[in-house]
């Protein structure tokens, strides 16, 4: 099956860029999403990227899919304390609706 | 407003009696799912639903069963609680292409 890593913990100083990285194992992937978790609460989705993209913005997020190298990235820009969560990778494979999870980043953003 | 209620939040109970935890929906989506969350292992898909009527398992289904009887409705169901199935659940719905957009605020079950 799907298999998702990434690094456990990031450290970053207020106001740097963060770049969170994942990688999986299925080429038949399909989707690939970013979600956030507060302490306390559910995972919110922050975007997503379709596996025929290289590259997708959206405000202070930027995200990069390398699908030869099975490799997918987050960049915060501008780190603010309030970016300071867990943050999953998740990959969705083609032709089924499994999502496989990766066992969460902890970013931790000092003042 | 766009919800996904769980109940219920917390719940302590006992080996063997049969516990359900309602997952339900005000979007009118199609596409549900329950995942597990432990330390370490992040979140683990149990079960899905595409639509009505049609579910599937995710990586850990054993111990567990659902039903879509209806569609904002997606209950989870432990007719024999174990100690292993202490967790974090957290139900989920999809919206544009089925993504598991909207979560749940989480339930956190602790099998004694």
């Known amino acids: 099956g799907e298999d998702v890593e990434q690094s456990l913990f990031l450290s970053v100083r207020e106001g740097d860029s963060s770049v969170i990285n994942c990688t999986y194992t299925?080429?038949?992937?399909?989707?690939l999403y970013w979600y956030k978790q507060e302490p306390g609460a559910g995972l919110q989705l922050l975007t997503y990227?379709?596996?025929?993209?290289d590259m997708k913005q959206d405000q202070r997020l930027t995200v990069l899919l390398n699908k030869k190298d099975k490799h997918l990235s987050l960049r915060i820009a501008d780190t603010q304390t309030g970016d300071s969560a867990i943050y999953f990778c998740?990959?969705?494979?083609?032709?089924?609706?499994?999502?496989?999870f990766g066992i969460g980043t902890k970013l931790q953003v000092i003042p | 407003e766009a919800q996904v209620t769980q109940n219920p939040r917390y719940l302590i109970t006992v080996t063997g009696k049969k516990l359900t935890v309602t997952c339900s929906q005000n979007?009118?989506?199609?596409?549900m799912s329950w995942y597990r969350q432990d330390p370490g292992l992040g979140l683990r898909q149990i079960y899905y639903?595409?639509?009505?009527?049609?579910?599937d398992k995710g990586d850990v289904p054993e111990g567990y069963k659902v039903s879509r009887k209806e569609k904002r409705n997606f209950p989870l169901i432990l007719e024999s609680p174990s100690p292993n199935q202490t967790s974090l659940y957290f139900c989920?719905?999809?919206?544009?292409?089925?993504?598991?957009?909207?979560f749940g605020d989480g339930t956190r079950l602790s099998i004694l």
């Open positions: 299925d080429s038949s992937s399909t989707y």
């Open positions: 998740a990959v969705r494979t083609g032709g089924y609706q499994k999502v496989t």
């Open positions: 990227i379709f596996s025929n993209m």
């Open positions: 979007m009118n989506h199609e596409y």
């Open positions: 989920a719905t999809g919206g544009v292409s089925n993504q598991p957009q909207h």
């Open positions: 639903s595409m639509n009505v009527e049609v579910t």
